[in-house]
C-alpha cells in the first residue's frame, strides 16, 4: 500500500481526463482503494501477456478480485458506497472472457502511478498538464471544466429522470384506483354467478397495473441512490477544485501563473446547490408515498451532509491581505460567497475577522469552532455580505482594517518574530433560501506575518516565501519542511526572479549553478546540486561565510535592484547576472582589452557590477571588477550612461561594440534652458588605482571542466545582440568614448588613505574607483 499511501496526496492535483486514463471504468477509482494492499501484493509484472497458458492464474486473480470486492461491500455501511461497490463487482465481469486484460490494466496502472509519482519527486509544479493534456490559459488543464459541466448535465438528467418516474407512478395509481372502481360491482353482481369474462380481464389489467408500479417504485428508489452518489461524486470534484484554486493563490505569491476567475466555480456550485435541493425535495415525496424506510433515512442524511458540507467550502478569500503586515498600517482584503445569490432575504449577513496563531489555525482545522483567545486587536473587522448585479459576485469587503497590536507566542531556540506565522479568520452565520437552519461559516487567510518596523520587512518575506514554495496540499496550518531539494528551491527562485522583474529571460543553468555555489559556499564545485537538500538556516537564518547578510537578503537586493533599474537591461539579455570567479576568466580570458560582461555583485546587496579586460603594467592583460553601482548610483545616472562614460570598456561580452548595444538606454542632452543655465551632466570616470594589485587574467588551474563553462552554451545572455546588427570590432580598433568631454577627474579617495582590495564595501577581487563628475557643455 505504499505506492498508494504516495499516490493519493497527488490525485487533487491531476485533471479529470488523466484520473479517467488512470482508472477507467472497467477499473474504477474505488478498486485501487478498497484493494490497495491485495492488488500491491501481486506480482503483475511477471505475467506474459502473449502467453495463453497463464489464462488460468490471471482468471484466479480476477476471482480473488471480484470475492474480496463484494466481502468490502458487505462490510461497508454506507448503503449508497455498498451498492456501489456491488455494481462495480458485477462489472468486473467484462474481463471473463480475457482475464489478461484485466492484467494488462492493472500493469499500466500501476506503472502510470509510478511515473506521476517520478514527475512529482523530480519538482513539476501542481497541476502542470500531462502529455497530451493540452492546458488552458491559466495553466490547469482544459478537461476540467469540460467533465465537470458534463457531470453536472447527466446528475441534472438523471433529477428529471426521478420526476418522470414519479408522474409515472402517479399516472399507475390513478388508473389502478380507477380499474378498482369499474371492478367493485362486478364482484358484487356475480358472487353467485358464475364469473363473467370483463371481470376477468379487468382483474389481469389491475395485477399488470400493480406490476408495473412496483417495478417503476423500485426503479424510482435505484434512481434515487444513484443521483445522490453522482453528487457526492461530482461535489467532491467541485470541493477539490475550490482547493485547488486556493492552492495555486497560494503559489502565486512566488509568481506562479494564476487565474483567479471565480465564476465557474460559482455556477459550478449553485447548480449543485440546485440539484441538492430536488433530490432533497423527491425524496420528501418517496418518504410521503412510501413510509420512512431506513434506506430513505440514509438517503436524506446523505443529502443533508452533502449541503452542510457545500454550504461551508462556498467561502473563499478572493483578495488576499498583505501577507506581511505591518502594524498600525493598513490593509484589505475580500471575501467573497459563491453560494451569495442562494442566500435567504432579510437579515444582512455580517462577517467578522480575527486573527488568530499557527496553533489556533490547527485547532480550526480539527474542531471548526472560533477560538476564544484573542491574539490581536484588528481595527474594522466587520464587513457586509453585499451581492453586485454587474459581477454576479457576493464579497464582504474589508478596506480599512489595522492590527493595532498583536500578542506573540513563546520562540523556541532561534526563532526570530519574523519567522511566527499567523491568519485572519472571517467566519458568520448564513441561511439558504428553501433551508430552515443557519449555516456557521468561516474560512482562512494565506499565513501572514506581523511585523512593528519596516527593517522587519526582508525577512517577513523570506518566511513567506519558503513557505509559499515547499508547503504542501492540504497540510496541517502552517506546516512546512525543514530542508528541500536544491532543484525545488531553483525553480522557487526563478519564479519569483520573474515575476517581481516581470520579465520572460528566466534565470539560466549557469545563474543557478552560481546561486547554489553561493549558497553552499562551495565556489569550486562544478557538479549538479540538484539533489543536495538546502536548509531554512541556509537561506535566510546564516549570513553568508565573510558578509553580514544572509543569501535571501542578498537575492532580494538584487530582483529590487533589477525590477527598479534595470528591466529593459536583464530583459535584452544585457546583463550576464550570477556569475562565479571561474566562469567570469573562462569567459574573458582570451578577449582582446575593452570586453567586459555585466554580473551582480557577489560582495554588495543590491549592486551590479562591470567585469572587463584591461591591460597590465607589462603588457599583458587582467580582468578588472568596477565597484558595484547601486539603486542610488543608478538614479542619479543610469546604468547606459555610466557604460557610455567609462573609456576603458568597449565591446560587450562576446564582441559587440557597446555604442550600438546601449545605444537606446543613452541620455540626450537636455538644450540650454530659456533662462540662461547651461544644462549639466554626472559623467562616470574610473580611477586606475594601482594596477599592481589587479586579479591577474589567467586564473590557477582548476578541477572545474572546461565544458561546464562552455561559451557557446550561454542562454539568454546576449539574446538580443544579434551579431548582424552589430559589427564585431577589428583587431587593432581603439576603444570609443563619448565627443572629448570638459571633466574633473580624481581619485576619490585622499591621497594619505589608498583604497583597501580586502575591503568588503569595495566588492570582490581589486575593484577601482568610481567619480561622478560634472560635466558642462557649453
Given at each position: 500500500?505504499?505506492?498508494?499511501?504516495?499516490?493519493?496526496?497527488?490525485?487533487?492535483?491531476?485533471?479529470?481526463?488523466?484520473?479517467?486514463?488512470?482508472?477507467?471504468?472497467?477499473?474504477?477509482?474505488?478498486?485501487?482503494?478498497?484493494?490497495?494492499?491485495?492488488?500491491?501484493?501481486?506480482?503483475?509484472?511477471?505475467?506474459?501477456?502473449?502467453?495463453?497458458?497463464?489464462?488460468?492464474?490471471?482468471?484466479?486473480?480476477?476471482?480473488?478480485?471480484?470475492?474480496?470486492?463484494?466481502?468490502?461491500?458487505?462490510?461497508?455501511?454506507?448503503?449508497?458506497?455498498?451498492?456501489?461497490?456491488?455494481?462495480?463487482?458485477?462489472?468486473?465481469?467484462?474481463?471473463?472472457?480475457?482475464?489478461?486484460?484485466?492484467?494488462?490494466?492493472?500493469?499500466?496502472?500501476?506503472?502510470?502511478?509510478?511515473?506521476?509519482?517520478?514527475?512529482?519527486?523530480?519538482?513539476?509544479?501542481?497541476?502542470?498538464?500531462?502529455?497530451?493534456?493540452?492546458?488552458?490559459?491559466?495553466?490547469?488543464?482544459?478537461?476540467?471544466?469540460?467533465?465537470?459541466?458534463?457531470?453536472?448535465?447527466?446528475?441534472?438528467?438523471?433529477?428529471?429522470?426521478?420526476?418522470?418516474?414519479?408522474?409515472?407512478?402517479?399516472?399507475?395509481?390513478?388508473?389502478?384506483?380507477?380499474?378498482?372502481?369499474?371492478?367493485?360491482?362486478?364482484?358484487?353482481?356475480?358472487?353467485?354467478?358464475?364469473?363473467?369474462?370483463?371481470?376477468?380481464?379487468?382483474?389481469?389489467?389491475?395485477?399488470?397495473?400493480?406490476?408495473?408500479?412496483?417495478?417503476?417504485?423500485?426503479?424510482?428508489?435505484?434512481?434515487?441512490?444513484?443521483?445522490?452518489?453522482?453528487?457526492?461524486?461530482?461535489?467532491?470534484?467541485?470541493?477539490?477544485?475550490?482547493?485547488?484554486?486556493?492552492?495555486?493563490?497560494?503559489?502565486?505569491?512566488?509568481?506562479?501563473?494564476?487565474?483567479?476567475?471565480?465564476?465557474?466555480?460559482?455556477?459550478?456550485?449553485?447548480?449543485?446547490?440546485?440539484?441538492?435541493?430536488?433530490?432533497?425535495?423527491?425524496?420528501?415525496?418517496?418518504?410521503?408515498?412510501?413510509?420512512?424506510?431506513?434506506?430513505?433515512?440514509?438517503?436524506?442524511?446523505?443529502?443533508?451532509?452533502?449541503?452542510?458540507?457545500?454550504?461551508?467550502?462556498?467561502?473563499?478569500?478572493?483578495?488576499?491581505?498583505?501577507?506581511?503586515?505591518?502594524?498600525?498600517?493598513?490593509?484589505?482584503?475580500?471575501?467573497?460567497?459563491?453560494?451569495?445569490?442562494?442566500?435567504?432575504?432579510?437579515?444582512?449577513?455580517?462577517?467578522?475577522?480575527?486573527?488568530?496563531?499557527?496553533?489556533?489555525?490547527?485547532?480550526?482545522?480539527?474542531?471548526?469552532?472560533?477560538?476564544?483567545?484573542?491574539?490581536?486587536?484588528?481595527?474594522?473587522?466587520?464587513?457586509?455580505?453585499?451581492?453586485?448585479?454587474?459581477?454576479?459576485?457576493?464579497?464582504?469587503?474589508?478596506?480599512?482594517?489595522?492590527?493595532?497590536?498583536?500578542?506573540?507566542?513563546?520562540?523556541?531556540?532561534?526563532?526570530?518574530?519574523?519567522?511566527?506565522?499567523?491568519?485572519?479568520?472571517?467566519?458568520?452565520?448564513?441561511?439558504?433560501?428553501?433551508?430552515?437552519?443557519?449555516?456557521?461559516?468561516?474560512?482562512?487567510?494565506?499565513?501572514?506575518?506581523?511585523?512593528?518596523?519596516?527593517?522587519?520587512?526582508?525577512?517577513?518575506?523570506?518566511?513567506?516565501?519558503?513557505?509559499?514554495?515547499?508547503?504542501?496540499?492540504?497540510?496541517?496550518?502552517?506546516?512546512?519542511?525543514?530542508?528541500?531539494?536544491?532543484?525545488?528551491?531553483?525553480?522557487?527562485?526563478?519564479?519569483?526572479?520573474?515575476?517581481?522583474?516581470?520579465?520572460?529571460?528566466?534565470?539560466?543553468?549557469?545563474?543557478?549553478?552560481?546561486?547554489?555555489?553561493?549558497?553552499?559556499?562551495?565556489?569550486?564545485?562544478?557538479?549538479?546540486?540538484?539533489?543536495?537538500?538546502?536548509?531554512?538556516?541556509?537561506?535566510?537564518k546564516e549570513v553568508l561565510p565573510g558578509r553580514n547578510f544572509t543569501f535571501w537578503q542578498w537575492f532580494e537586493g538584487v530582483i529590487d535592484l533589477t525590477k527598479k533599474c534595470l528591466r529593459d537591461y536583464w530583459s535584452e539579455g544585457l546583463i550576464f547576472g550570477f556569475i562565479g570567479k571561474h566562469h567570469l576568466h573562462v569567459l574573458l580570458q582570451n578577449k582582446p582589452n575593452g570586453t567586459f560582461l555585466l554580473r551582480f555583485s557577489d560582495s554588495e546587496m543590491g549592486g551590479i557590477t562591470i567585469a572587463y579586460v584591461g591591460p597590465t603594467d607589462n603588457g599583458g592583460r587582467k580582468i578588472q571588477n568596477i565597484q558595484p553601482f547601486t539603486k542610488k548610483d543608478l538614479d542619479s545616472a543610469g546604468l547606459g550612461d555610466r557604460i557610455r562614460d567609462i573609456s576603458c570598456i568597449s565591446y560587450v561580452y562576446p564582441d559587440f561594440v557597446k555604442t550600438e548595444v546601449f545605444k537606446k538606454f543613452f541620455t540626450v542632452l537636455s538644450p540650454p534652458n530659456p533662462d540662461g543655465y547651461l544644462p549639466f551632466k554626472l559623467t562616470t570616470v574610473v580611477n586606475p588605482g594601482d594596477l599592481s594589485s589587479s586579479t591577474p587574467s589567467i586564473p590557477p588551474q582548476t578541477d572545474l571542466p572546461q565544458d561546464f563553462y562552455d561559451q557557446s552554451m550561454v542562454p539568454g545572455y546576449?539574446?538580443?545582440?544579434?551579431?548582424?546588427?552589430?559589427?564585431?570590432?577589428?583587431?587593432?580598433?581603439?576603444?570609443?568614448?563619448?565627443?572629448?568631454?570638459?571633466?574633473?577627474?580624481?581619485?576619490?579617495?585622499?591621497?594619505?588613505?589608498?583604497?583597501?582590495?580586502?575591503?568588503?564595501?569595495?566588492?570582490?577581487?581589486?575593484?577601482?574607483?568610481?567619480?561622478?563628475?560634472?560635466?558642462?557643455?557649453?
Amino acid at each position: 500500500m505504499a505506492l498508494w499511501a504516495q499516490m493519493t496526496p497527488q490525485l487533487q492535483f491531476l485533471p479529470t481526463q488523466t484520473l479517467n486514463e488512470l482508472y477507467p471504468e472497467t477499473l474504477p477509482l474505488d478498486v485501487r482503494h478498497y484493494l490497495a494492499n491485495w492488488i500491491e501484493d501481486q506480482i503483475w509484472e511477471e505475467f506474459d501477456l502473449d502467453s495463453v497458458e497463464q489464462e488460468p492464474r490471471a482468471r484466479l486473480l480476477l476471482d480473488q478480485m471480484v470475492l474480496l470486492l463484494q466481502e468490502v461491500a458487505q462490510q461497508n455501511p454506507n448503503v449508497v458506497e455498498k451498492v456501489k461497490l456491488q455494481h462495480i463487482s458485477k462489472n468486473l465481469s467484462v474481463y471473463q472472457p480475457q482475464p489478461m486484460q484485466l492484467v494488462r490494466t492493472v500493469r499500466d496502472m500501476l506503472r502510470k502511478e509510478r511515473q506521476l509519482l517520478g514527475q512529482a519527486s523530480l519538482g513539476f509544479p501542481p497541476f502542470q498538464p500531462m502529455p497530451g493534456v493540452p492546458p488552458a490559459a491559466n495553466g490547469t488543464p482544459q478537461p476540467v471544466r469540460e467533465d465537470s459541466k458534463a457531470d453536472v448535465d447527466n446528475l441534472v438528467l438523471k433529477v428529471l429522470e426521478i420526476q418522470n418516474c414519479r408522474q409515472t407512478l402517479h399516472q399507475l395509481q390513478e388508473d389502478l384506483n380507477w380499474e378498482k372502481q369499474e371492478i367493485e360491482p362486478m364482484q358484487v353482481q356475480n358472487d353467485l354467478d358464475q364469473q363473467h369474462p370483463d371481470q376477468v380481464i379487468r382483474q389481469n389489467r389491475i395485477k399488470q397495473i400493480e406490476y408495473n408500479f412496483s417495478v417503476c417504485a423500485k426503479k424510482r428508489l435505484q434512481l434515487l441512490q444513484e443521483a445522490v452518489y453522482a453528487l457526492e461524486q461530482c461535489q467532491s470534484c467541485l470541493i477539490l477544485r475550490i482547493k485547488s484554486w486556493r492552492w495555486e493563490q497560494h503559489r502565486a505569491t512566488i509568481g506562479v501563473h494564476f487565474n483567479d476567475n471565480l465564476g465557474f466555480l460559482q455556477t459550478w456550485c449553485e447548480q449543485l446547490l440546485g440539484v441538492n435541493s430536488n433530490l432533497r425535495q423527491e425524496l420528501m415525496l418517496m418518504k410521503r408515498d412510501h413510509g420512512e424506510a431506513e434506506q430513505l433515512h440514509t438517503l436524506q442524511e446523505s443529502l443533508e451532509l452533502l449541503l452542510q458540507t457545500l454550504v461551508q467550502n462556498s467561502l473563499v478569500v478572493d483578495k488576499q491581505p498583505p501577507q506581511v503586515i505591518k502594524t498600525q498600517s493598513k490593509f484589505s482584503a475580500t471575501v467573497r460567497y459563491l453560494l451569495g445569490e442562494k442566500m435567504a432575504p432579510g437579515k444582512p449577513v455580517v462577517l467578522k475577522a480575527q486573527i488568530i496563531t499557527e496553533a489556533q489555525a490547527r485547532n480550526l482545522g480539527q474542531q471548526s469552532i472560533v477560538p476564544n483567545e484573542n491574539v490581536g486587536d484588528l481595527l474594522n473587522y466587520t464587513a457586509i455580505l453585499e451581492h453586485n448585479t454587474a459581477s454576479k459576485s457576493t464579497c464582504a469587503t474589508f478596506r480599512n482594517m489595522s492590527i493595532k497590536k498583536i500578542k506573540r507566542a513563546d520562540r523556541k531556540g532561534s526563532e526570530s518574530v519574523t519567522e511566527e506565522k499567523f491568519a485572519l479568520l472571517f467566519n458568520t452565520e448564513i441561511t439558504i433560501t428553501g433551508c430552515e437552519s443557519p449555516y456557521a461559516i468561516q474560512t482562512i487567510t494565506l499565513p501572514v506575518v506581523v511585523i512593528v518596523h519596516g527593517s522587519q520587512e526582508i525577512n517577513a518575506m523570506a518566511t513567506i516565501i519558503w513557505d509559499c514554495a515547499f508547503s504542501e496540499p492540504n497540510r496541517i496550518p502552517f506546516v512546512i519542511p525543514e530542508r528541500v531539494p536544491w532543484k525545488q528551491m531553483c525553480e522557487a527562485l526563478n519564479s519569483k526572479f520573474m515575476s517581481e522583474v516581470q520579465t520572460q529571460r528566466a534565470l539560466d543553468r549557469y545563474n543557478l549553478h552560481f546561486l547554489a555555489q553561493k549558497i553552499f559556499d562551495q565556489p569550486d564545485i562544478a557538479e549538479d546540486f540538484g539533489n543536495i537538500p538546502v536548509s531554512w538556516a541556509q537561506f535566510n537564518k546564516e549570513v553568508l561565510p565573510g558578509r553580514n547578510f544572509t543569501f535571501w537578503q542578498w537575492f532580494e537586493g538584487v530582483i529590487d535592484l533589477t525590477k527598479k533599474c534595470l528591466r529593459d537591461y536583464w530583459s535584452e539579455g544585457l546583463i550576464f547576472g550570477f556569475i562565479g570567479k571561474h566562469h567570469l576568466h573562462v569567459l574573458l580570458q582570451n578577449k582582446p582589452n575593452g570586453t567586459f560582461l555585466l554580473r551582480f555583485s557577489d560582495s554588495e546587496m543590491g549592486g551590479i557590477t562591470i567585469a572587463y579586460v584591461g591591460p597590465t603594467d607589462n603588457g599583458g592583460r587582467k580582468i578588472q571588477n568596477i565597484q558595484p553601482f547601486t539603486k542610488k548610483d543608478l538614479d542619479s545616472a543610469g546604468l547606459g550612461d555610466r557604460i557610455r562614460d567609462i573609456s576603458c570598456i568597449s565591446y560587450v561580452y562576446p564582441d559587440f561594440v557597446k555604442t550600438e548595444v546601449f545605444k537606446k538606454f543613452f541620455t540626450v542632452l537636455s538644450p540650454p534652458n530659456p533662462d540662461g543655465y547651461l544644462p549639466f551632466k554626472l559623467t562616470t570616470v574610473v580611477n586606475p588605482g594601482d594596477l599592481s594589485s589587479s586579479t591577474p587574467s589567467i586564473p590557477p588551474q582548476t578541477d572545474l571542466p572546461q565544458d561546464f563553462y562552455d561559451q557557446s552554451m550561454v542562454p539568454g545572455y546576449g539574446t538580443n545582440m544579434n551579431p548582424s546588427h552589430f559589427s564585431p570590432h577589428p583587431s587593432n580598433c581603439t576603444p570609443t568614448y563619448m565627443s572629448d568631454p570638459v571633466s574633473v577627474t580624481g581619485s576619490i579617495y585622499p591621497s594619505s588613505m589608498p583604497p583597501d582590495p580586502s575591503d568588503e564595501s569595495m566588492g570582490m577581487d581589486s575593484l577601482e574607483g568610481i567619480l561622478d563628475q560634472f560635466e558642462v557643455h557649453h
